[in-house]
Structures are given as structure tokens and as C-alpha cells.
């Protein structure tokens, strides 16, 4: 009873209190679909800096070849009939020059085949980084009782698996709270371009994209 007991404690989190109570704490996601999404085009600023005789980055040359291939990657992007949208607002800039501005454009995308076109077209200019930008979903709180009916369903077989092993009978849910709140939603593509998403937690799934929601919550179940 004792190496039962233990193995099940390795697996979730449990407690059991003087009321006669059982404690299950889940944690667990769900994957949502995009509706649309952009993925950003940047001119890459060190391929343009060159250092000078002495030790010095020649930020005017810099800039005239970045801004030459602002409009060449511009170009490209219209002609292949993409909505676009500039990464800076002009409206806001005091300077011309890109230093922190995002020197690029966003393109708007629907689906993940678009984005697989894209990167594909994209592979033929070498002086440009991207990455997913700004990602819209469908129906979240659709997407949320989702999740929480998973969760619920999983803390419900556990507690009865407790309840079974130390001779109790489950009663009803009591106490409901959410754990807290960790990587609420992570993006998942293949593409290597996304070098800006490696520090975040994201898989590959046959080259589709998709947002994942995390949710850590605990429920209390009463006891006889």
C-alpha cells in the first residue's frame, strides 16, 4: 500500500485535511487555432554595419543600405500581392534612422500554408530576420471551458483513484482556484526563421501553427 501511495504522489499533487477532503492540483493545456496572424520581416541591421579604420561603425552608410533595402523588400512583398503594414509608425519616430525602430514590415496571414509559402519566398534575400508577430484567436472563452472541462475531468479520475486507495467515498467539488498562471499562450512552428522564439516553449506539429493555453488550477473535493 505504501510503494502505491508513494508512486501516486510522484505523479500530482494531493492533500488530505482534517474535514475529510481531497486536494488535486492539475495542470494542463489545450491547443487554439489562429484565425489570422502576422509574421514580421526585419531588415537585419548587422549586415549592414561595417567598421572603419578606426574601430568606429560607419552608421551613415548603414543607413542608406538598410533604407535601400527597405524599399527592395517593400517591393518584393507587394509584388507577390501581400497585405502589408510597416513595423514602425512614422507618426511616432523622431529619427529616420532604424536603431531600436523595427526597420521591416508585417504581413498579414491566415493560415499556416500562407506562412510556409512565405518563409519559403522569403529564404531568397539574405538580409532579413522574421518571426510571428501579432496572433489573433477565434472564440477564447470557448476555448477556455474547454480547457477547464479537461482539467476537471482529469482531477475527477484522480480523486476517485485516492478516494479508492484509502477507503473513502468522493463526495461533490467544494473549492475551485486557479494555481498560477504560467506560459498562458506559446506559439509552435516549424521555421527557421523563428530564432526569436526559442527561449519560449514551442514544439513542431507537421509545420502547423497553433497557440496553447496552460492553465494550473486546484480543486477541492469533500470526502465521507
Known amino acids: 500500500m505504501k510503494k502505491i501511495i508513494y508512486l501516486f504522489i510522484l505523479i500530482t499533487n494531493f492533500g488530505f485535511g482534517q474535514s475529510g477532503l481531497i486536494e488535486i492540483e492539475i495542470k494542463d493545456s489545450i491547443r487554439m487555432k489562429p484565425i489570422n496572424f502576422e509574421y514580421n520581416v526585419q531588415i537585419s541591421e548587422s549586415k549592414f554595419n561595417r567598421y572603419d579604420e578606426n574601430g568606429a561603425i560607419g552608421k551613415d552608410s548603414a543607413k542608406i543600405k538598410m533604407q535601400e533595402k527597405y524599399k527592395e523588400l517593400e517591393l518584393f512583398l507587394e509584388n507577390k ?5 510597416p513595423l514602425n509608425n512614422s507618426e511616432f519616430q523622431i529619427h ?3 536603431g531600436f525602430w ?3 514590415f508585417a504581413v498579414e496571414l491566415n493560415t499556416s500554408k500562407q506562412l510556409e509559402k512565405l518563409t519559403t519566398e522569403l529564404k531568397t534575400l539574405d538580409y532579413i530576420t522574421g518571426s510571428v508577430g501579432v496572433i489573433e484567436y477565434g472564440d477564447t472563452e470557448l476555448d477556455e471551458k474547454r480547457l477547464f472541462s479537461k482539467i476537471l475531468e482529469k482531477a475527477n479520475k484522480k480523486a476517485q483513484m485516492i478516494a479508492s486507495l484509502t477507503g473513502q467515498k468522493l463526495g461533490k467539488i467544494i473549492e475551485v482556484r486557479e494555481g ?3 506560459d498562458n499562450i506559446s506559439i509552435n512552428i516549424k521555421d527557421v526563421y523563428l530564432s526569436a522564439l526559442q527561449n519560449k516553449n514551442w514544439d ?3 509545420n502547423i501553427i497553433f497557440g496553447q493555453e496552460w ?6 473535493f469533500s470526502t465521507e
Open 180 to 182: 498560477k498562471e504560467v
Open 81 to 85: 500581392n501581400y497585405k502589408i503594414r
Open 102 to 104: 523595427k526597420l521591416g
Open 215 to 220: 492553465k494550473t488550477v486546484v480543486i477541492k
Open 96 to 98: 529616420d534612422f532604424a
Open 204 to 206: 513542431v506539429n507537421k
